[in-house]
């Protein structure tokens, strides 16, 4: 089964264990390694990317285990979760498991440091250090679409539009800290259940200009 883990950690601090789920064999042997673990179920919007960087925070302080599912691509690993657990598939989803039996479940946007925090204080030890933050799905799109943007090459409209939908359709597995700074121009795309042209005119938030330049200093 392969790990993914950070790089760069410290030699002293075990770093994060973080492994692909592709098969029902690797959601069974991933469970009899690890008897404390956790599956993360991982949709195809930024629900996902927003729920992984909840968990990401307290994964850097506590020592989990993390099997991570991507539903579209690995289904029948993601069926065998749900037959072995009787617990309704949604995505994302996060499942806590000791001794390969499940003992809490939290799904879409419900989960939350609140959520999260008494089952973590409760049930996963706190690791000796703190380990880094996961890697992203890559920043580079958004580099790129906000280059344009500075460039003039996009109009303001052009932008926000092309930009929101990137982060709607963004289900990568990062930080909590890459999650914040992406969604810091146009907040949540679920909020505009009418359209995207809910969103109103770019300028609304401010002079959008500057404001995408510092983002794009802050990923740099």
Same mark, same amino acid.
């Given at each position: ?30 469970? +009899? #390694? ?6 993360? +179920?991982?949709?195809?919007?930024? +629900? ?11 994964? =850097? +302080? ?23 657990? @009787? ?10 498991? =000791?001794?390969?039996?499940? =003992? ?9 440091? #609140? ?13 000796? @250090? ?6 992203? @799905? ?13 460039? @003039? ?8 539009? =092309? ?5 709607? !359709? ?16 146009? %907040?949540?795309? !679920?909020?505009?259940? %009418? ?26």
């Amino acid at each position: 089964m392969t790990q993914t883990h950070d790089a760069q950690n410290d030699a002293s601090t075990p770093a994060q264990v973080l492994v692909p789920l592709t098969t029902p064999e690797d959601v069974d042997t991933f469970l +009899k #390694e690890y008897p404390l673990a956790a599956v993360f +179920k991982a949709g195809t919007c930024h +629900k996902t990317m927003q729920g992984f960087g909840v968990l990401e925070t307290f994964l =850097q +302080k506590h020592d989990l285990p993390v099997g991570f599912i991507r539903v579209v691509d690995w289904r029948p690993a993601s069926n065998h979760v749900a037959e072995r657990t @009787g617990i309704t598939h949604q995505s994302p989803q996060l499942i806590l498991f =000791q001794d390969g039996q499940p =003992q809490f479940e939290v799904n879409n946007w419900d989960i939350t440091p #609140e959520a999260l925090a008494p089952v973590f204080t409760a049930h996963v030890p706190v690791r000796d @250090g703190v380990a880094s933050a996961a890697q992203g @799905g890559g920043i580079e799109p958004y580099r790129r679409l906000m280059r344009a943007y500075l460039d @003039g090459q996009l109009s303001d409209w052009a932008f926000q539009d =092309q930009y929101v939908t990137m982060f709607r !359709d963004d289900a990568s597995l990062r930080s909590q800290r890459e999650f914040e700074l992406l969604s810091r121009l146009f %907040g949540d795309p !679920d909020a505009y259940h %009418g359209g995207l042209h809910q969103l109103g005119a770019p300028q609304e938030r401010g002079d959008l200009r500057p404001r995408v330049a510092e983002l794009l200093s802050e990923l740099n």
